[in-house]
């Protein structure tokens, strides 16, 4: 398998990012989610601005592998304190690995991979730790061969319906102090 380099995204790309994660976010979905919903979701966080946003917040990374004519994936990391994800993290800092997705044509190419090596490369012994739809067969599949354990779940709710996210972290023998 040939192996992705990644690299930081910079200003430039904030275009290119937005259109990725534009065409990729509905991959991630329930089915059951209304279309509607998702182009929402999708104009209100994903938009060139949001990531323009990201870009220029120095507590935040985006990570991008390049193909022939752009990325095709990406990760977007959260340095900080989140009142969300596992409750024995709250309060304290850690990296929310917020996004992680991967054109369709390069799923099971090493291209998740070097994301994740990168984001936990990056996060210099801060937790990992991420939400994950819970009938998101493939991306929970991803998590648990790369060593998360479930610690938890947390739910969101979208034009009326209640989706669960399992919410897992890096290992414990990742976490610093472990
Ligand atoms: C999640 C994602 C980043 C993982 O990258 P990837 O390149 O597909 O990951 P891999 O192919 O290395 O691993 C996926 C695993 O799931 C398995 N898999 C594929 N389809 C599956 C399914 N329907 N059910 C269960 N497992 C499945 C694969 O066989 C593989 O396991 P294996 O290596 O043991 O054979 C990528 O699939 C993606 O971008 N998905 C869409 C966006 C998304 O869901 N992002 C995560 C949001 S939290």
Known sequence: MMSSPVRRA????????????????PLACPPSLAREHVADFIA??????????????????????????GPVGYALVLHGAHAEG???????????LSKLYVDPEHHGGGVARALLDA????????PVWLGVNAENARAKRFYAKSGFVVAGTRTFTVGGTTFVDDVLVLSPPEWPGA
């Open 119 to 126: 984001v936990r490369t990056g996060a210099e012994g801060l």
């Open 10 to 25: 910079r200003t430039e790309d904030a275009g290119s990012v937005a259109a990725l994660a534009a065409r990729t976010f």
């Open 86 to 96: 596992p409750e024995a993290l709250r309060g304290a800092p850690s990296a929310y």
């Open 44 to 69: 209100t966080h994903l938009s060139e601005a949001e990531f323009d946003r990201h870009l220029a917040d120095p507590a935040h990374r985006v990570l991008v592998v390049d193909g022939a004519g």
